[in-house]
């Protein structure tokens, strides 16, 4: 039986001493903090990446340093599993526990123990595949996750900066090579060369230009590159790109500014012209906004609920239309966060399941439908196609024309979107494809149903751990009290619906609430804020906002 190198580990982790005091969590995105107090994070990721690799006999693990669409000073890291999905849950455990071994020989006990019960033959090869974005602390991390592979032996592959929808493919692509389920090139090159191929084959004619926030991330320099393969087509016109200023990613811009503000990024303005329609991407161009001036130059937004309702109508057409829709149940999963309105829209469509936050919730119900949809309303999402309906596709017979054409939309869509996990520019060139089918224009595609007026808060709380949920994150089981508070005051709003959750990326309550009308949401919002405060808020600081 090998065993663990010692040796090596001691040296190196002997390098990358545990802040004191600091405890660390693999939440739903994985570990996310300051960038410059995670380098024993990143080295005890390492050493796990390389155990989960030998867990699959060799099989490449993902490891991707990013910190999405939080501030530049941000960072975090996430471990990626060999079908380019997030890591399985019972393994977050295990990353929580390393990161926090207080010493050098606690940290080897941890070890020790995950060896022992994950069931690890150490003699096995570790393979692991690893990329950053533009992150000023992004670098340096990189080194402390190399010395983790390094102490372990496991072969390294740098991606360098990536989008984290890319580093998920490769990790795809790595995996699946030369077997009946490849799924394409192992390179970036593979990358581009898989989406514009798809969606030159479901383009007929060059729409408008696009203007694209890009969030001054990594998605800049992907979205180049995909123009430069696409811009026969669909031609991108890129905004906020500056990836090497200090200070600017995703300040005042990206996805999340615009789903936050539900505002036009200042940077655009006089930029999108009346008439037009705009993206945003997110820092690591995981998360997509739509948004569009009228004539009467108001500003309308687009978020994952829209792009849920206008590709899963699309799809269900087309499944019609292949003659299939006996066979391919299409499904849409969303999260308490989705638009009331959206999910009343969806649900005299297609079958809606509503789970918790957070993607692998998501990714794994979506896998229960022969084609599944599943948007966060912040715009992560995605489109999977089951194995047996990509099969079925493959080799069905169409009795007419019109069938034939379906199956093959159907074929090269499944190409076009990126089956590992959410991506900004798949999701946008999705996006154009059906808008361009429909001839629908942003004005259009919105007025599919009307949002209902709602706000999204946060509320700072000593111990956020004290909120537990059920009913997919919509009722709070723990404190009682707060939950009773809260239906009270939900019954007192026209079409009220509210709720309460710890987040699980930031130490903060998150309170969303909608109702009939904007004055009245934004009231609610505020009572809410304040149940949560007088919980054991200090109330010599409790703010005046909250009512
Ligand atoms: P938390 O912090 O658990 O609310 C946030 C987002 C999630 C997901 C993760 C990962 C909201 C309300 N929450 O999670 O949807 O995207 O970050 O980045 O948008
Ligand atoms: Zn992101």
């Excluded at 490891?63 to 890291?77: C, I, K, R």
């Excluded at 592959?157 to 790595?174: A, F, K, Q």
């Excluded at 161009?285 to 937004?301: K, P, Q, T």
């Amino acid at each position: 039986m090998a065993s663990l190198p010692l040796d090596a580990i001691v040296h190196l982790s002997d390098l990358h001493p545990k802040p004191e005091g600091k405890t660390f969590g693999y939440g739903t995105a994985g570990f996310r903090t300051t960038g410059n107090i995670l380098g024993s994070v990143l080295f005890r990721v390492g050493l796990l990446a390389s155990l989960r690799s030998k867990k699959f006999d060799g099989k490449t693990i993902g490891v991707m340093v990013t910190a999405s669409h939080n501030p530049e000073g941000d960072n975090g890291v996430k471990l990626v599993d060999p079908r380019g999905e997030m890591l399985e849950t019972s393994w977050e455990t295990y990353a929580t526990s390393l990161a926090n071994a207080a010493t050098t020989s606690k940290l080897v006990d941890e070890l020790r123990h995950i060896v022992a019960v994950a069931k690890i033959d150490l003699s096995k090869p570790s393979r692991v595949l690893y990329a950053r974005d533009t992150r000023p602390s992004g670098a340096a991390l990189v080194q402390c996750l190399e010395d983790g592979l390094r102490a372990m032996g496991a072969q390294r592959r740098n991606e360098g900066v990536t989008t984290t929808p890319i580093l998920h493919y490769l990790v795809r692509c790595v995996n699946t090579k030369g077997t009946r389920d490849e799924y394409g090139d192992d390179n970036e090159e593979g990358y581009y060369d898989k989406l514009s191929n798809a969606f030159k084959k479901l383009m007929a004619k060059p729409p408008p230009p696009l203007i694209m926030d890009c969030a001054n991330g990594v998605g800049a320099i992907a979205a180049q590159k995909l123009n430069e393969h696409i811009g026969s087509i669909l031609q991108l016109k890129l905004y906020n790109i500056a990836t090497t200023t200090s200070g600017v990613l995703n300040n005042g811009c990206g996805a999340d500014y615009v789903k936050t503000t539900q505002r036009l990024p200042p940077s655009l303005h006089g930029v999108l012209k009346p008439g037009e329609r705009g993206c945003s991407l997110d820092g690591d161009a995981d998360r997509l906004m739509y948004f569009y001036l009228d004539e009467e130059n108001n500003f309308g937004m687009l978020d994952g609920d829209k792009i849920a309702a206008l590709v899963s109508s699309f799809i269900v057409d087309l499944v019609k239309n292949a003659g299939l829709d006996k066979q391919i149940e299409v499904g849409v999963v969303q999260t308490a966060y989705a638009n009331g309105s959206s999910t009343r829209y969806l649900e005299k469509r297609v079958p809606v399941r509503c789970v918790p936050t957070g993607v692998k919730h998501l990714h794994h119900a979506a896998e229960h439908f022969s084609i599944g949809v599943y948007f966060e309303a912040n715009g992560h999402g995605t489109v999977l196609f089951s194995p047996s309906t990509l099969d079925l596709l493959r080799t069905h017979e169409p009795s007419t024309p019109a069938q034939e054409t379906a199956i093959k939309q159907l074929l090269a869509l499944s190409e076009l979107i990126n089956q590992t996990v959410g991506d900004a520019l798949s999701d946008m060139l999705l996006v154009e494809v059906v808008l361009a089918h429909r001839a629908f224009t942003a004005v259009e595609w919105d007025s599919l149903y009307t949002d209902l007026p709602n706000r999204l808060v946060k509320v700072v709380v000593p111990s956020r751990q004290k909120f537990i949920t059920t009913d997919a994150e919509r009722r709070l089981v723990e404190p009682k009290e707060v939950q009773a508070r809260i239906d009270a005051l939900v019954r007192k709003y026209d079409g009220g619906r509210a709720f309460v959750r710890p987040s699980g990326t930031e130490d903060v309550v998150r309170i969303y609430a909608e109702a009939t009308l904007r004055p009245q949401v934004d009231e609610l919002a505020s009572r809410l804020s304040g149940v949560v405060y007088d919980f054991e808020g200090d109330q010599s600081k409790r703010p005046k906002e909250y009512l």
